[in-house]
């Protein structure tokens, strides 16, 4: 088992490589380079072709090959999907901090009138009872080695101000106005009761950590005051929910129709005037949340998650769950210093049942800086077939170990994405990219990879993006 995971993380990360786009009738690879992207997508301007005149698109694509040790095997009979405009721009972006008036529309939204208060209970921080947890263990522990690791533990706490009061904390209100914290986000966190609703809501900016991030939780039984989307699983992986402990989430019904889902979620936008998105997926969940605050440790739930994504010029970025890790940081080869925090994709996401919006994460919101290329030249769809053609398989070629590989893509899709300047933290551009969805198998054994984008294709100059990475 443990064999099959460390594969499965190698076939589906997709490793730093460079540029390659069609030259002399062979693929070349070259060094990325965003200034040369840049000047081939304004190569449209004076000829001003449509998306469909530029593409040349078939019906289907339809294509079945394999690598020359037959280890990785490709069959492709796939919907082609493409945005709903005749041209695409690329713009540039920056992250950006979350807004007092967006924090106020917020608040209101969510809690309304109903008391906003810093602590569901009287009690310590979460950080005060490890410190209260380390001094006691210390005070009982007579192995050195041990002692010493505590003391460094209760030092490093103790240096960021951390101490413990001399008696619990009383329940106050809530600041809704952003204040520091001793991390060096700009912080509003709160928790509120209304009837049988358990709600928390923490809306953050940090912008030198590219942690910018809102997120609401509403619960029945207690106070979920962590995000728990992660844990639920969609249709295609329910098959796990015994092994998970989630059999209960199973029995659960879902009288609420995914229409009125889609209506809770598009009114919530409306309301907190969170514009320019639209709803690029949505599925049937199940899963369950931790609780604080009450004597039930956890609640489960059948759910619908929405995910929602931003409008570029009528082009829709892409959703895909080849997420940023944020311990993946490139290094710069020429100064051996981290190039700067990574910086996850702009996420808005819903998870609806019948009791309404369970919870809602808006991360790492983005400004337009400007628009670059108001109507980008793209590669023919033939171009980027051969590019997928030969590096499906680059990309994903097993080392070390023997592995049979099979990919069957049913979902190709035109979109948009942001990649990221390596050496202009926070800033990026947002590119037309081609990317190619469906089942994959591994040793025989099927593995449900849901929304992951088995190759990522720049339509502009056919490099290929590390969507781990970001560019």
């Not at 947002?430 to 929304?451: A, E, R, S």
Request: charged share 25%; with cysteine; proline share 3%.
């Amino acid at each position: 088992m443990k064999r099959i995971f460390i594969l499965l993380l190698a076939s589906i990360m997709l490793f730093s490589l460079a540029s390659c786009q069609k030259a002399s009738g062979s693929l070349m690879v070259i060094e990325q380079n965003n200034d040369m992207m840049l000047k081939m997508a304004s190569g449209n301007d004076k000829g001003k072709k449509t998306l469909h005149e530029m593409l040349n698109i078939p019906e289907r694509m339809i294509l079945s090959l394999s690598d020359s040790a037959g280890d990785i095997n490709l069959n492709v009979d796939a919907d082609i999907i493409l945005p709903d405009t005749d041209s695409i721009p690329i713009v540039k972006v920056r992250g950006r901090n979350f807004t007092q008036e967006e924090a106020d529309r917020i608040i209101e939204y969510f809690i309304g009138d109903a008391a906003f208060n810093d602590r569901f209970e009287a009690g310590y921080t979460y950080d005060e009872e490890k410190l209260m947890h380390w001094t006691e263990e210390l005070s009982k522990e007579t192995d050195p080695d041990r002692r010493k690791s505590l003391q460094r533990d209760i030092d490093k706490f103790k240096s960021a101000g951390i101490t413990i009061p001399d008696k619990p904390h009383d329940i106050l209100p809530a600041s809704k106005v952003f204040e520091p914290t001793k991390y060096g986000a700009m912080q509003i966190k709160g928790y509120s009761k209304d009837g049988n609703n358990h709600k928390y809501l923490i809306i953050s900016n940090h912008l030198a950590e590219n942690k910018n991030m809102v997120l609401y939780t509403c619960e029945q039984r207690g106070y979920a005051d962590i995000g728990h989307e992660g844990t639920y699983l969609s249709a295609a992986s329910k098959c796990d929910l015994k092994k998970l402990g989630l059999e209960t989430a199973e029995q659960l019904p879902l009288s609420i129709s995914p229409e009125d889902a889609k209506n809770k979620a598009f009114d919530a936008l409306r309301a907190m005037n969170i514009s320019n998105m639209e709803l690029f997926s949505y599925e049937e969940v199940w899963g369950e949340a931790a609780l604080n605050g009450s004597i039930a440790k956890r609640q489960e739930h059948h759910a619908y998650r929405l995910e929602f994504v931003r409008n570029i010029g009528g082009a829709l970025l892409t959703y895909t769950e080849n997420n940023i890790n944020r311990t993946l940081v490139e290094i710069d080869e020429r100064t051996g210093k981290r190039l700067a925090s990574s910086w996850p994709y702009e996420r808005v996401m819903f998870i609806i049942d019948d009791t309404g919006i369970v919870e809602f994460l808006w991360e790492s919101p983005y400004e337009i800086a400007e628009q670059v290329v108001e109507n980008a030249k793209l590669l023919s769809f033939d171009d980027i077939k051969a590019i997928f053609s030969k590096m499906i398989f680059v990309t994903h070629a097993q080392h070390g170990e023997e592995a049979k590989l099979t990919f069957n893509i049913d979902r190709v899709q035109l979109g948009m994405m942001r990649i990221q300047d390596r050496y202009n933290p926070g800033t990026g551009l947002i590119v037309p990219v081609w990317d190619f969805f469906g089942t994959m198998t591994l040793n025989g054994n099927k593995i449900n990879t849901g929304h992951t984008s088995h190759l990522t294709v720049n339509a502009v100059d056919g490099s290929i993006i590390n969507r781990m990475k970001g560019y």
